[in-house]
């Protein structure tokens, strides 16, 4: 069993920053694909960032290209998110996933955590 758990969001004003993590526990599989996605208010859940299991590899969504930096930390089993120059455009709840592969348009696939709420305000 794994257990993903999200820290880290919160309410900003637009133009601030936020660091997201994420803590992976219980059983671990070496070469393991870890991303974020968000949800807003009556829309999908979509694709925000993603990085290989090395940290070599890294893909993100065109709205958040230049703004967020996702990373990963395999010591501490950790992912991260550092999200600036934030628009009330990125309102959402975050959510880490681990899958086996770096094909992230099945946001059904592999494991969850609960999210964390990130609020931009004007």
């Known amino acids: 069993q794994v257990q993903l758990v999200e820290s880290g969001g919160g309410l900003v004003q637009a133009g ?55 990373s990963r930390d395999s010591a501490k089993n950790t992912v991260y998110l550092q999200m600036n120059s934030l628009k009330p455009e990125d309102t959402a709840v975050y959510y880490c996933n681990v899958r086996p592969s770096t094909i992230w348009g099945a946001s059904g696939s592999g494991y969850w955590g609960q999210g964390t709420q990130v609020t931009v305000s004007s």
């Open 16 to 70: 601030g920053a936020l660091r997201l993590s994420c803590a992976a526990s219980g059983r671990t599989c070496r070469r393991q694909a870890m991303g974020w996605f968000r949800q807003a208010p009556g829309k999908e859940r979509e694709f925000v960032a993603g990085i290989s299991w090395s940290g070599g590899s890294t893909s993100y969504a065109d709205s958040v290209k230049g703004r967020f930096t996702i």
